[in-house]
Structure formats: C-alpha cells, structure tokens
C-alpha cells in the first residue's frame, strides 16, 4: 500500500525576500508541517484500508493548516518582521571595545544608578557657594561623542581637571557609543544613540564623588543637574573657534593654562563651551595635541592632581572583575620557590588589537604616526625608534611598523619572553615569577587558539582572554573598561604604543605606582 508520513521539520527562510520593502533580515527558523510520500507493499491482516487513507487524510490536512498559518505569519507587515530581526547582514567591522558575539541577555537600564546620580548631595539649589544656586560651573559641550570609549576617556579626564584648576564643578555626561560599537543589535538598544552612565564606567571626583578632605573645589554634577542650576539664559557660551587658534600648536600645558585663565577669570557662575562649525576636531584638548609629544608638559601635573589620584574603578567594574578572578588561579605546576598567592602579581596582560586593527596600522604608518599621548613618556622602555637603514614610506618601513603595531605571532611570543625575564631579573633580592597571561583581545578562532598552545609550551600555563570571561548585561556593557581594569593590576603589560586603550591604562599603572619597566610595548 502507499503510507504516507507527516512530520515536522525546520526550515530556513531568508526574510529578505520575504519582507516588506526587501529589508536585509538575518535568517529566521520557521517550524513548518511537511508531508512525506514513501511507497511500500505491506499486508496488514487486520487493518482496513479505507480507515487507514481517512485517518492519513486528516493528517495532510492538518499539515497543510499548520504550514498555511505559518507561512502567514512570515509574510506578514513589517511589525512582525522586526521581531525576528537579530542584526543586519552588513556587520560592522570589528573593534577592540565591541563585544565580539550578541549577548543572549538585554541591554542594562542603569534604573538605581541613574538615582544615584541624580540624587547626589550637591545637587542642592540650597548650598553654599562654591556649590548650589551662587555656585560656578563649565560643562564641556565639546566633548567627543559616539566614538571609542578611550578617546572620550582621554578628554572627560582632562577637562575635569581643568574645571578643578579654574576652581569651577566639573559636568559630566553619559557615554554616548558609535552605534556600531554597541554589542547590542539594533531592535533591542533602549535609546538611539546608545548611552552608558558615566558612572557605570569610572568613579572618583570625575562623577561627583568627594575631593581630598579640606579641599573646598566645588564637586562635578550631572548635566541634568547643570539644567537646572544654570538655566539657558544663564550660561555664557564659549566657541572654540574663538579660543583655540591662539595656542593651537602651543605645548599642552601652555594650552591647558590659557584654558584655565579664561574660565578662572570669567565673572559668570555658569560657562558652557561648545563647538565651532569651522572646527574639525573642536575639543578643547583635541587630536592634534593627544597624537603628538605636546601632551607631555601636562604629565606631571595631571598625574599628580585629585583628578588622577582619586580616580576610581568603579563598583560595577569592580563587581565584574572579581566575579572572574577564579579563572586566573594558577593552573601549572607549583614554583619551585615561595610566590605570592595574589594572581595579579603574577601576571602578564597583554594587548592583542586584531581583526579591522590592520587598516589602522596601514594609515598609521603612512602619515608617520608617533606613539599616542602617555605612551611617549620617555620613562617607559621600547620607544618608537626605527634602524637608521629604514626609511620611511617605504616597504621596509611599513614592515617593520606592522611589526609593532600588528605583530604575528613570533613577535608576540619573544615579548612575552623578554618582558618575563627582564621583570623577573630586576628584582635582586626578591623573586618574582610570571605565569598568568591575560590577553586582552578581539581575536577569536583558530589564530588565538594555536597562539594560546605556542604560549603554554613557553611556560604560561594559565591562559585567559577577554572572551573567557562571564559577565551579566551591566559586565557587556562596561566589557572594556573591564578589560583596562584587569591590565590595571596586572604586574606586567604590554600594549600598544599607538592606541588611546593602551595609554589610559598606562595613566592608572603610573599614578598606582607601578614602575616603568613593568610597561611594556610590542
């Protein structure tokens, strides 16, 4: 007799073709009621044949109803359409701050944090000067946004400090992310553009926290505060346009000073700074400066002041990086010689930029681009210098600039080594041993795995890299100051001199007290 068999399989459709205006949806799995034929001769004794095809009709029918609705529902408006919407087809290119896979969690609402922030104690109409209504403020409206998080790191740090030197409170502001940074798709983000509290990020004076005790400088305030503390007829509005020409290619601290004499000696509580038009890069302390040694006049001051020193990491870092310290737990054999039990101690981060990193490195070498900001303090080892036989725009340059700022895997295996040795060395008296490796990475497959196994074979028996961790919605979130935090604490890193990731780790290593030569670049 002829059986027929109904059974439910899985179908893939391309909602491309399938939905309104030919939107690029990723693939969605469409659970669908398909009908199978399989001819067979069989003699069933006590069965009836006309039973038999009744009850293998029905079946048919059913299936044809289930697929029927089913498809329906696939072909329906756009509303439904965006619903099984998971990300664009046309991925961004890869950055070290983007979170490399979508996260199985949503986005975090920040709902207590934005109390806390909204409810610090200076936001009070009713305190005293140098604070509340007679108070004197600079919000920074200039600031970068929807870029990388360290470029805003830079600025958010400098302009703080420069509010404290001018004796006004500091405002600070949400992170605001390059979309295509964001490790969330598009149908799940809160707000567009995506923003992080600030708070979220960092901690210290920056976000409103306390100065030293005795320092009267005024606390910084959120910039929903500043709305209401200095309403728009209020404010007196600086163009850069205005101010910068004058020093522009002035060295930082000259820059920083005449910065600081302008708003010290403006009569107007409330000053807010904004960009001009005509101003590419219309931050107060701008590309030009951070990309080049005029920033380092600035060191010294800026390393020493409040804004530095009491900078912080903040709780829900904090909370994220001692949720993973289990994974750094030594994993080899025990040293033959007594070691410290704190992980962090024996520890080497190391900065491995991959993926889109190689455009970068390429435009790099073509302007010949010195090292980034902090990364040029002359202290450090490994400075930028080139054989005198290589010269520039050449083959020979590009080759070896590629080596140090995109090294392949030989080169990151005798940095390792070196970096030990000479660290381990230069302690006489004390011994002090290296066999924890943290590779701050975007850099998943194949190429990471065969480096990991090269690593081991040279004695790093435990191996952890930023895709190793374990982190809730708030963890995704903050992933890269995560990342900076754990190098932060490691003895030993090695980065990359080109990157603004790289420098503000170095910033926080140096005003911890770590010395020079615990920092390393390939």
């Not at 099984?84 to 709902?111: A, G, I, W």
């Not at 600035?298 to 709780?315: A, G, V």
Request: neutral net charge.
């Amino acid at each position: 007799m002829l059986g027929f068999e109904i059974e439910l399989s899985v179908a893939v459709f391309s909602l491309s073709d399938l939905a309104p205006n030919n939107q690029g949806a990723a693939p969605v799995l469409v659970l669908l009621a398909t009908m199978s034929f399989s001819g067979f001769a069989s003699v069933h004794k006590n069965t009836s044949l006309r039973s038999t095809l009744q009850r293998h009709r029905l079946q048919f029918i059913i299936g044809f109803v289930v697929s029927f609705i089913l498809l329906l529902f696939v072909l329906s408006p756009a509303q439904t359409y965006q619903r099984f919407q998971s990300h664009p087809q046309s991925n961004p290119p890869q950055v070290y701050e983007e979170t490399l896979s979508q996260p199985k969690v949503p986005p975090p609402t920040y709902e207590n944090l934005r109390k806390w922030e909204q409810n610090l104690p200076q936001h009070n109409l009713e305190l005293p000067f140098p604070e509340g209504k007679t108070g004197r403020y600079v919000k920074f409206s200039n600031q970068i946004v929807m870029l990388g998080w360290n470029n805003v790191l830079n600025e958010v740090l400098m302009n703080a400090h420069l509010a404290y030197a001018s004796k006004r409170s500091y405002v600070f502001q949400d992170y605001v992310w390059k979309p295509e940074y964001y490790p969330w798709p598009k149908d799940q983000r809160l707000e567009n553009p995506p923003r992080t509290p600030l708070s979220a990020l960092i901690a210290g004076t920056v976000v409103g926290q306390p100065w030293d005790e005795g320092d009267d400088a005024p606390r910084s305030i959120s910039d929903k505060w500043f709305d209401v503390v200095c309403p728009w007829n209020e404010r007196k509005f600086i163009h850069t346009g205005d101010v910068k020409p004058v020093v522009a290619w002035k060295s930082g601290l000259e820059i920083f000073e005449h910065w600081a004499k302008l708003l010290g000696d403006a009569p107007e509580r409330c000053i807010e700074v904004q960009a001009s038009g005509d101003d590419k890069f219309p931050q107060t302390f701008d590309l030009w400066l951070w990309g080049s040694d005029r920033i380092l006049p600035l060191w010294d001051s800026f390393s020493k002041s409040p804004t530095s020193r009491l900078l912080q990491t903040s709780p829900i870092v904090g909370a994220a990086v001692k949720r993973n310290e289990y994974l750094f737990l030594p994993r080899g054999p025990r040293p033959s010689y007594p070691v410290s039990p704190d992980p962090y101690s024996r520890m080497l981060a190391m900065h491995i930029r991959r993926g889109d990193f190689k455009g970068a490195c390429l435009h790099l070498a073509k302007f010949n681009s010195t090292f980034y900001s902090w990364n040029l303090l002359p202290s450090l080892p490994d400075p930028l210098v080139f054989p005198s036989n290589i010269v520039w725009n050449t083959s020979e340059y590009q080759e070896a600039h590629l080596a140090r700022c995109l090294p392949e895997s030989d080169g990151i295996l005798k940095k390792a080594r070196v970096s030990r040795d000479e660290y381990v060395k230069a302690s006489p008296g004390r011994r002090r041993a290296l066999d924890i490796m943290y590779l701050l990475t975007n850099e998943k497959g194949k190429w990471i795995e065969k480096l990991k196994t090269e690593l081991r074979k040279d004695g790093w028996n435990t191996i952890i890299t930023s895709n190793d961790l374990e982190l809730d919605s708030e963890g995704i979130d903050t992933g890269m100051a995560i990342d900076m935090d754990i190098a932060r604490k490691a003895a030993v890193f090695v980065g990359n001199g080109w990157s603004s990731f790289t420098s503000n780790i170095n910033h926080r290593r140096l005003v911890d007290g770590k010395e020079p030569l615990s920092i390393r670049f390939w």
